[in-house]
């Protein structure tokens, strides 16, 4: 027989649920007090997850998507990249925007309804939030294929979830990535469930990862809930694309602690056994375990930044609070550069139905 082809995909982790190191650490990542910053980054998120939760109860924020979960694989990407670097995320990855300048009163105001939100003012190569799941994998695409012809030595950076990777946008985004040999690092944040729908249920890949290969792109299978293995996915798949090797898909192995968004009961179509289990691998927990017992964070520090945290989110809900309301002629304002005329007129009317024409 002859064989045309054959693969295998790299699987990566380093620290256990218990938060033991499991082999030799990558030498990029070997000091824990390295590891402290972004530890109290993923705090940071947790934080303000909690609090953006009580707002939509409350009635003060519209549907929100929680991070819960995520937070290694959100703060570990955005520390890999560099500020000139495109970002095109979905719509979950605070953790990551955090970081690149991304102000969490602007999360709030798209959450609550303002597309100024999605403006971000200190965060210029972030691409908008997209909801329509992995078309901002097409624009990432893009950017990066301008940067290769350019001769820029930058690169972009897209997220999706496993059920955008079966989106024909993310098939394109990777085919283009390969054919250019495009500095193009695509995300695929596996967290088990596209909403409702379970991952066999969607795909029958064996990895989500090895999607990449049919593009000719690098691909991995990282472990999502290992900070240290995060980076390190990161830092292999951004240096190649900063060298001219080409692009890569790496498939985050986490989980949704919370459901899909405040609009969704996640207990409807999974079991409590299953959330149950996969508190006991998030990613707070081990990498909490790695630094205490490096001896490099404790209790009391954990307390105070925690307070610490609360403080900086009620300065940012505050500011959200008092942003004041637009008119409701605002909504037509941020679809076109060039607005049609129809849309003009309605735009015109609804100004005269509030009375102030």
């Not at 060298?243 to 968004?261: A, K, P, Q």
């Not at 707070?284 to 307070?307: K, N, Q």
Request: charged content about 25%.
């Amino acid at each position: 027989m002859t064989v045309a082809a054959s693969f295998e995909i790299e699987y990566l982790q380093y620290l256990g649920p218990d938060g033991k190191p499991v082999g030799e650490l990558p030498k990029a990542f070997r000091d824990p007090k390295a590891l402290l910053p972004l530890f109290k980054q993923m705090l940071f998120v947790r934080t303000f997850d909690s609090k953006a939760i009580k707002l939509q109860r409350t009635g003060k924020l519209g549907t929100y998507a929680a991070s819960l979960g995520h937070e290694a694989t959100h703060v570990g990407i955005g520390a890999s990249m560099q500020p000139d670097d495109v970002f095109a995320p979905s719509y979950r990855e605070y953790g990551a925007q955090f970081m690149r300048g991304v102000k969490p009163r602007e999360v709030l105001l798209y959450w609550g309804g303002d597309e100024r939100g999605n403006d971000f003012a200190d965060a210029p190569n972030d691409y908008p939030w997209c909801v329509p799941i992995s078309t901002q994998c097409l624009m990432a695409a893009g950017a990066a294929l301008s940067f290769k012809l350019r001769k820029q030595p930058r690169i972009a950076v897209a997220c999706c979830g496993d059920g955008g990777s079966s989106k024909t946008d993310f098939y394109a985004a990777l085919n283009s990535a390969g054919a250019f040999t495009s500095p193009l690092v695509l995300c695929v944040i596996n967290n088990g469930w596209a909403i409702s729908v379970p991952r066999n249920s969607q795909t029958g890949a064996k990895t989500l990862a090895q999607k990449g290969l049919a593009g000719g792109l690098h691909c991995l299978q990282v472990d999502g809930n290992d900070l240290i293995a995060v980076l390190e996915a990161m830092r292999r798949a951004t240096e190649r694309a900063r060298n001219g090797e080409g692009g890569s898909v790496i498939e985050f192995m986490t989980y949704r602690l919370h459901d899909h968004t405040t609009a969704d009961d996640a207990s409807r179509y999974r079991e409590d056994a299953e959330v149950k289990d996969a508190w006991t691998r998030e990613p707070m927990l081990r990498l909490r375990s790695y630094l205490t017992d490096a001896g490099v964070w404790s209790e009391a520090e954990e307390a105070a930044w925690i307070e610490e945290c609360g403080k900086r989110v009620d300065v940012e809900i505050n500011a959200y609070l008092e942003t004041p309301v637009q008119p409701v002629e605002a909504m037509f304002d941020h679809l076109y550069a060039d607005m049609p005329a129809d849309l003009q007129a309605q735009r015109q009317q609804a100004i005269e139905r509030e009375g102030r024409a």
